[in-house]
């Protein structure tokens, strides 16, 4: 079985600031960040962000 010190549930950007900022600060500490979707289709972070690649693609 694999082991860590810090499990995150939900790579979003919640999770991965989360994972980072843990990081940051205890660099040793061994964190996963376990994501069951890893296109973030569904995730909240990656529907936010559509609008914008809508925006950009609008504006070439
Ligand atoms: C259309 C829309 C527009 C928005 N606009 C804004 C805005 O303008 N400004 C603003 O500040 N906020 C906005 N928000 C809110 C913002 O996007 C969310 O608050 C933020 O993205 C939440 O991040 P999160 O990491 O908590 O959740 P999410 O981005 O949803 O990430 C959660 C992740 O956890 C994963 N997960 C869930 N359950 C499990 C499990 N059991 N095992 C493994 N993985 C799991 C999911 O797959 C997902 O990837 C908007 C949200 C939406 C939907």
């Given at each position: 079985?694999?082991?860590?010190d ?21 660099p ?6 376990l ?12 529907l ?13």
């Open positions: 079985m694999r082991r860590c810090v499990l995150v549930i939900g790579g979003g950007v919640v999770g991965q600031a989360t994972a980072f900022w843990l990081l940051r600060k205890a040793g500490l061994e964190v996963v960040v994501e069951r979707d890893p296109t973030y289709r569904e995730a909240s972070s990656g936010r962000s559509r609008p914008r690649a809508e925006c950009r693609r609008l504006t070439m």
